[in-house]
């Protein structure tokens, strides 16, 4: 018999179960959350990359976090219960009760009879599970509909959840209490639900227990690029997520609470949570499970997953100062933007560049060098560190590939490249991974071989202050005392999280020195992934960045090196800029331009900021999206004017947790009104 819709897409749902318990595994693996009885319901295991490991962390953590608050809140009753919706392969009820902390809980959990009876057959035939079910039966009575387990502790319920009679019906032959206090458990399962099903189930909760928790853990924030990318993942897999859109932000979902009969409803995204709720020696030991730098896509990720607690009867007190304390987080972040009428241009240009973490710098002629990345491969489109030298003519958008006369310049990203002469580059830092910085400092010399574009790559023999191996740092030509200077400020490197060092090369003699700066001076903090932009050409400018605590910086400061000795100055801008790092800045006569970025509370890369330098007043705009085709990932991306009312986007994108790599496919043209 063919299959219908519907139990298509709850194959698809079920197939979700078996992707998540193989990255909660790996994440279990290498350390970041202890479990011992997860890999029993796994075939075999996988080890995913760092971000994915991060990812089942926070959420592990999350959950973890408010079911010991439950367990261990005293109660008037002497009884309470957890019922896992959606429950899969969780191990949570094995978890709980070999630490002790189930002894007057009765845990439930409910999911297709698949998926339950599969999970019956491991936990009967694992004798470390098995141990932890005391008096464990296998339902043979009909009379009891959707029993598959049973134990004095621990029911285990193949039930459709959209069937609500029998969902109560079942619970309560199998010993549930609607008036004791009980947390129901969603995580990642009512977003496959049709939108009416999954809010009838929430309403159900709420008028047939009288003492009640409601926490779910599940996607929000669909219409931006990574919303975009996140959504697509789900939909080409079968199991769409069906309540993002009706239910997109941590209002809405608290509403949708509140509606369906809860009484107090908060919720936070996994950014807040991980900020405010993990301590300061537990993010230091998470930090340091795993080689890591990608730190746009781990906030993003965070961003577009939320944790919504609800509350009635006396839960609502019991739990009341997680309603209280999330106001702070958001209290100083102004989401209020103008709406301007700017468009978004795509190029003809193929194939297009589609790359991120690349440097560019713009010669005298107007024509942009781009160099490195990780990207796609011209042809089969393979995703690697890219080693090749581009030139982008912006006058007729023609893109030549730069031949290497010897040896090419080798692969690297997060890298800096500073054009010292109309073709002579400075080409210094960046890596191949996070634990391999590029060691040399290279020149790169372009020429013209007949209609070619060449390049000869030589490494510099340096002397003075040499800098250490770095990347996501920046290097900006400025005028010091007559001289043409690169200054190198900050960055990271594979023992430092942050850096803040700063140092000026001399173009000529190929010689460094270590700026020091007096007392009274108010230097920036050490940062990372923050732009720099010369301004009149005598001072340099850098704005945001990323500290080493992971938080995004609202800074703006000036170098001036038109005096006699360098200084810093931070200007005070009103109103505050949003703090972001891996943005692109620009400058236009007095005005200084920030576009995207991204911060560690939302997600901010659809903005633009501009700044008049002489007045320090901001403005920031709501930029447009392009079709949802091509959504535009405005982080780790480099702009340039091409004229006063047209900037030039080149690359941008990122590794989108485990929805895949996304690349923006540029150049993109984004044409400004007269604001400038």
């Not at 200054?487 to 460094?512: E, P």
């Amino acid at each position: 018999m063919a299959k219908t819709t519907k139990t298509r897409s709850d194959v698809a749902i079920q197939g979700t179960n078996d992707s998540s318990v193989v990255s909660k595994c790996s994440m279990i693996s290498q350390g970041y959350f202890q479990d011992d009885y997860l890999r029993h319901f796994v075939i075999k295991t996988r080890r995913r990359a760092p971000l994915i490991n991060r990812g089942y962390f926070i959420r592990a953590a999350a959950v973890n976090l408010i079911l010991k608050q439950f367990l261990n809140t005293d109660s008037k009753e002497p009884y309470k219960q957890i019922i896992s919706l959606g429950a899969g392969f969780d191990s949570a009820y094995f978890r709980l009760e070999s630490q002790d902390l189930l002894k007057d809980c009765q845990f439930f959990e409910v999911d297709f009879m698949d998926v339950a009876q599969r999970k019956a057959n491991i936990i009967e035939n694992q004798p470390e599970l098995r141990k932890l079910v005391t008096d464990l039966s296998r339902n043979n009575d009909e009379l009891t509909k959707g029993l598959v387990l049973q134990s004095s502790k621990y029911t285990l319920l193949g039930i459709d959840m959209t069937k609500l009679n029998d969902l109560s019906t079942a619970l309560q032959q199998c010993g549930a209490k609607f008036n004791v206090p009980t947390l129901f458990l969603s995580e990642c399962v009512m977003t496959y639900m049709p939108v009416k099903r999954s809010d009838e189930l929430i309403s159900w909760a709420a008028k047939t227990f009288s003492n009640a928790m409601f926490v779910t853990y599940e996607q929000i924030l669909p219409y931006d690029a990574f919303g975009i990318v996140m959504r697509g993942h789900f939909k080409s897999l079968g199991s769409a997520l069906q309540a993002i859109e009706t239910y997109p932000t941590l209002e809405s979902q608290q509403e949708r609470y509140l509606t369906q009969g809860w009484q107090v409803s908060m919720a936070m995204d996994m950014n807040e949570l991980y900020n405010k709720y993990l301590s300061p020696g537990e993010k230091e030991r998470i930090e340091a499970l795993e080689p890591f730098d990608e730190f746009e896509e781990w906030h993003l990720k965070c961003s577009h997953y939320v944790i919504v607690c609800s509350f009635l009867g006396d839960m609502v007190e019991t739990f009341s100062h997680l309603k209280t304390e999330r106001q702070s987080c958001y209290d100083n972040v102004k989401t209020d933007h103008n709406r301007i009428d700017s468009v978004w241009e795509r190029t003809s240009m193929s194939p297009p560049i589609r790359r991120f973490g690349h440097a560019c710098s713009q010669l005298q002629s107007g024509d942009l060098v781009i160099t490195g990345g990780f990207g796609e491969t011209k042809g089969d489109g393979k995703h690697t560190r890219l080693d090749d030298i581009l030139i982008l003519n912006m006058e007729n958008t023609q893109l030549c590939c730069v031949k290497p006369k010897e040896c090419k310049l080798g692969t690297r990203l997060f890298h800096s490249v500073t054009a010292v002469s109309d073709d002579k580059l400075l080409i210094f830092g960046g890596r191949t991974s996070p634990t391999k910085p590029v060691q040399s400092v290279e020149i790169l010399s372009l020429y013209r071989e007949m209609d070619d574009w060449c390049y000869e790559c030589n490494e510099l023999q340096c002397s003075g202050d040499i800098p250490s191996p770095r990347w996501r740092h920046s290097a900006c030509k400025v005028v010091f005392n007559e001289e043409e200077y690169v200054v190198l400020f900050g960055g990271r490197n594979a023992d430092i999280q942050s850096l803040g060092d700063c140092y000026l090369f001399n173009c000529k003699t190929h010689t460094w020195k270590e700026i020091t700066f007096g007392g009274d001076c108010e230097c920036p903090i050490a940062r990372h992934s923050h732009s720099a932009i010369a301004y009149q050409k005598n001072k340099m400018i850098i704005t945001g960045g990323l500290d080493a605590d992971q938080k995004a910086l609202n800074s703006l400061y000036m170098l001036h090196c038109d005096k006699a000795v360098m200084s810093w100055e931070r200007l005070k801008v009103t109103p505050e800029l949003k703090a972001r790092y891996s943005h692109s800045s620009e400058i236009s006569g007095d005005t200084l331009l920030l576009l995207g970025g991204v911060n560690h509370i939302s997600s901010i890369s659809d903005g633009l900021t501009l700044v008049n330098l002489q007045t320090l007043t901001s403005q920031t705009y709501t930029l447009p999206h392009l079709e949802p085709e091509y959504p535009i990932m405005l982080h780790n991306h480099t702009c340039h004017f091409i004229s006063k009312s047209k900037l030039c986007v080149i690359g941008g994108g990122g590794n989108c947790f485990s929805f895949g790599t996304h690349f923006n496919s540029t150049p993109l043209i984004l044409h400004l009104p007269e604001i400038i």
